[in-house]
Antibody, heavy 120, light 107 residues
């Protein structure tokens, strides 16, 4: 069974940086395509970005609101996906989820999420 | 970027009702559309992928249809466990986009 566990959330000030982690198990991580999705308090789901497995080229794509500030990376030796968030803004406050990204099946596995609060 | 417009935003219904939620894409996405159910405080759950394929373990009261730009999620007979928020998501190409969500509440 596939499990995703996010960590690294917390309270930071505007302009700060924060790195989230997503530890995966139960899948061949090096081949896995993975997403970050966020949800602001009381709001809907927002796709943040996606990373393909290195076997498939390792392409990374980002949503417009985070492009240039957020970086998705992975460490296949640790079965872990990262989200480096720089120049954080109040509007980045959200629960951040790590999800699988099957080209055909969408996102069938989600982590429990980690909360990021950006406030002065 | 592809925009997804979901309607209605809120739907009031009773147990046993037939419920329909629609999702429209700003350009053709073929059948690269998924539907998710989310309950308060929980991560979303995949219900349907490729517009009409039911995820394993999801009750057959859920069904999806559509292709191109117009899609529908139908719950044929609403059950107590189905009161939740539903999202569509397109996964055509390199980006993904969610609809704004539809909250199905008790009438």
């Amino acid at each position: 069974e596939v499990h995703l566990v996010e960590s690294g959330g917390g309270l930071v000030k505007p302009g700060d940086s924060l790195r989230l982690s997503c530890a995966a198990s139960g899948l061949t991580f090096s081949r896995a395509w993975l997403n970050w999705v966020r949800q602001a308090p009381g709001k809907g789901l927002e796709w943040v970005g996606r990373n393909e497995g290195k076997v498939d080229g390792g392409t990374t794509n980002y949503a417009a609101p985070v492009k240039g500030r957020f970086i998705i990376s992975r460490d296949d030796s640790k079965d872990t996906l990262y989200l480096q968030m720089n120049s954080l803004k109040a509007e980045d406050t959200a629960v951040y989820y790590c999800t699988t990204d099957h080209g055909v099946r969408g996102s069938d596995v989600w982590g429990q999420g980690t909360m990021v609060t950006v406030s002065s | 970027d592809i925009q997804m417009t979901q309607s209605p935003s809120t739907l009031s219904a009773s147990v046993g009702d037939r419920v329909t939620i629609t999702c429209r894409a700003s350009q053709s996405i073929s059948n690269w559309l998924a539907w998710y159910q989310q309950k308060p405080g929980k991560a979303p759950k995949l219900l349907i992928y490729k517009a009409s394929t039911l995820e394993s373990g999801v009750p057959s009261t859920f069904s999806g249809s559509g292709s191109g730009t117009d899609f529908t999620l139908t719950i044929s007979s609403l059950q107590p466990d189905d009161f939740a928020t539903y999202y569509c998501q397109q996964y055509n190409g390199f980006s993904r986009t969610f609809g704004q969500g539809t909250k199905v509440e008790v009438k």
